[in-house]
């Protein structure tokens, strides 16, 4: 049980261009769902904290024009990268909490997102 | 001072070592616990969740948590190859579902 499932889980892109990222919790409902990104032999980034139904928190420095996130349901989230530049070339990673879970800090993963920004 | 400092190794050890992983933080109001896996271009895993000082062992897997000392532990008995991969500590606070990272340690299970 438990499964988060995220895709694509690659992506290469041309410079300008935006994508879309899906986050889904497959047998259970999220009330928060947190997007991270992953530079290489790097710790995982929060970039920002989405509840169903309301605006995303972004942590300080990440561009909230830039990186759009919406979690119109309990079961799916997702994060648009609007036009990416190669900078932004990163493994972008979803975790969702359990709705009624009581464990704080206890999330499960998606398997991540190699996004390519050429 | 970061909050949560972790030797990113690398580690590499025979196969059937005993593997010492560990991380220190530095607020003392940190309560929860956990250690992630990952391997190599995959999301985390959730090896392990503490909340008290103390050992809590699953199987190959013991972690050990030293509040007075903030000072966190994830032993593996045995270790397997499968076991290569990197290993993330993680910590909050409170309700709090927002997690602080240490950098992870990559480990190598040598056959």
């Known amino acids: 049980g438990a499964v988060v499932s995220q895709h694509p889980s690659r992506v290469i892109c041309k410079s300008g261009t935006s994508v879309k990222i899906e986050c889904r919790s497959l047998d259970f409902q999220a009330t928060t769902m947190f997007w991270y990104r992953q530079f290489p032999k790097q710790s995982l980034m929060l970039m920002a904290t989405s509840n169903e139904g309301s605006k995303a928190t972004y942590e300080q420095g990440v561009e909230k024009d830039k990186f759009l996130i919406n979690h119109a349901s309990l079961t799916l989230s997702t994060l648009t990268v609007t036009s990416a530049h190669p900078e932004d070339s990163s493994f972008y990673i979803c975790?969702?909490?359990?709705?009624?879970?009581?464990?704080?800090?206890?999330?499960?993963f998606g398997s991540g997102t190699q996004l390519s920004v050429l | 001072q970061k909050e949560v400092e972790q030797d990113p190794g690398p580690l590499s050890v025979p196969e059937g070592a005993i593997v010492s992983l560990n991380c220190t933080y530095s607020?003392?109001?940190?309560?929860?616990f956990m250690w992630y896996r990952q391997y190599s271009r995959k999301g985390p895993e959730l090896l392990m969740y503490?909340?008290?000082?103390g050992n809590k062992e699953d199987g190959r897997f013991t972690a050990q948590v030293d509040k007075s000392s903030k000072y966190i532990s994830l032993f593996i008995r045995d270790s397997q190859p499968s076991d290569s991969a990197t290993y993330l500590c993680?910590?909050?606070?409170?309700?709090?579902?927002?997690?602080?990272f240490g950098k992870g340690t990559l480990l190598t299970v040598n056959p």
């Open positions: 993680a910590i909050t606070w409170g309700s709090n579902y927002k997690l602080t």
């Open positions: 607020n003392s109001a940190f309560q929860y």
């Open positions: 975790s969702a909490r359990m709705l009624g879970g009581r464990e704080p800090g206890k999330l499960f």
């Open positions: 503490t909340y008290s000082s």
